[in-house]
Nanobody, 124 residues
Framework: VQLQASGGGLVQAGDSLRLSCTAS????????MAWFRQAPGKEREFVAS????????YYAGPVGGRFAISRDNAKDTVYLQMNSLKPEDTAIYHC??????????????????WGQGTLVTVSS
């Protein structure tokens, strides 16, 4: 299984970015997908997830209303549209694939497959 994330970069506060993560080696449509991030000196944290069964989406509080996760099963790709970016969004963003039960949809340990990450830097 491989998850290839892309789309990170250096932007200014208030700008937008769209991250992509393309999967291979798994039946993408049968996996829930998620984005997690890890800022320098901090623990990895949940950002957003989308379930495989009904495409319901879930968001961490700090990004709700600014970020949107979506998936295209025909392209085996999950996206993270990030708007109104803030300096505190600076982190390495990792995509993950798994089959968590609903109560674990925000839990990193419930996702078995991980990509290498893409760096997002937001300057003030």
């Amino acid at each position: 299984v491989q998850l290839q994330a892309s789309g990170g970069g250096l932007v200014q506060a208030g700008d937008s970015l769209r991250l992509s993560c393309t999967a291979s080696g798994l039946t993408f449509s049968r996996y829930s997908m998620a984005w997690f991030r890890q800022a320098p000196g901090k623990e990895r944290e949940f950002v957003a997830s989308v379930r495989w069964s009904n495409s319901n989406t879930y968001y961490a509080g700090p990004v709700g209303g600014r970020f949107a996760i979506s998936r295209d099963n025909a392209k085996d790709t999950v996206y993270l549209q990030m708007n109104s970016l803030k300096p505190e969004d600076t982190a390495i963003y990792h995509c993950a694939a798994g089959t968590p039960i609903i109560s674990e949809i925000m839990n990193s340990s419930a996702f078995a497959h991980w990509g290498q990450g893409t760096l997002v830097t937001v300057s003030s």
